[in-house]
């Protein structure tokens, strides 16, 4: 395979997951009754769709559209049965979608890296997902939290510490900080 190749085959599967994020939110608010998770899911979701059409766009731009390697393929089918099933508790289904959130954010930062090692060219076409990849890692920060309250409730059947979704949105607020000083 070709470098190009390469990395149409990872931008490939960057979107079938970014898909696979999509759908896992949806199912999540629809078993959330927590308002704020919800709120917080709706906004992931909000984001993550634009996501899906920036990275759509890359793809579209790069003029090398491939599948999705088998493995990918396979991989999201399980994700699909596991955060549609009855099996994972709700709070396993949050950490799933945490690991998620972390898998795309890194495979979206090594895209760019490989991007900004081949050429110039290939550095332009994929410098648009340095945002999908900053917005991913404020989003893990807010998982972390439902994962704090989801986790709390669930292990212990008691309500966390609210005091804690003020630090959450300190960090968030510091990434998008970082996000606009390195898009500027």
Same mark, same amino acid.
């Given at each position: 395979?070709?470098?190009?190749?390469?990395?149409?085959?990872?931008?490939?599967?960057?979107?079938?997951? $970014?898909?696979?994020?999509?759908?896992?939110?949806?199912?999540? /608010?629809? #078993?959330?009754?927590?308002?704020? /998770?919800?709120?917080?899911?709706?906004?992931?979701?909000?984001?993550?769709?634009? =996501?899906?059409?920036?990275?759509?766009?890359?793809?579209?731009?790069?003029?090398?559209?491939?599948?999705?390697?088998?493995?990918?393929? $396979?991989?999201?089918?399980?994700? &699909? #049965?596991?955060?549609?099933?009855?099996?994972?508790?709700?709070?396993?289904?949050?950490?799933?979608?945490?690991?998620?959130?972390?898998? #795309?954010?890194?495979?979206?930062?090594?895209?760019?890296?490989?991007? $900004?090692?081949?050429?110039?060219?290939?550095?332009?076409?994929?410098?648009?997902? =340095? &945002?999908?990849?900053?917005?991913? &890692?404020?989003?893990?920060?807010?998982?972390?939290?439902?994962?704090?309250?989801?986790?709390? &409730?669930?292990?212990?059947?008691?309500?966390?510490?609210?005091?804690?979704?003020?630090? /959450?949105? #300190?960090?968030?607020?510091?990434?998008?900080?970082?996000?606009?000083?390195?898009?500027?």
């Amino acid at each position: 395979m070709t470098n190009a190749t390469n990395l149409a085959t990872k931008l490939a599967d960057l979107e079938l997951f $970014q898909n696979i994020l999509l759908e896992s939110e949806q199912n999540l /608010i629809a #078993q959330t009754d927590d308002k704020t /998770i919800c709120e917080r899911l709706e906004g992931m979701i909000e984001s993550d769709r634009e =996501n899906l059409s920036t990275i759509k766009a890359v793809i579209s731009r790069s003029g090398n559209v491939v599948e999705p390697r088998d493995i990918t393929q $396979q991989h999201a089918q399980k994700v &699909r #049965q596991m955060m549609g099933g009855s099996e994972l508790t709700l709070y396993d289904k949050y950490l799933q979608l945490e690991l998620l959130k972390h898998q #795309q954010t890194m495979t979206g930062l090594v895209i760019h890296k490989v991007a $900004q090692s081949l050429d110039d060219e290939l550095q332009d076409l994929v410098e648009p997902l =340095n &945002r999908v990849n900053f917005e991913n &890692r404020a989003h893990q920060e807010i998982l972390k939290g439902v994962l704090y309250f989801v986790g709390t &409730r669930e292990l212990a059947g008691k309500e966390p510490d609210m005091g804690l979704w003020g630090s /959450i949105e #300190q960090g968030i607020a510091a990434l998008k900080g970082a996000l606009g000083s390195a898009v500027s």
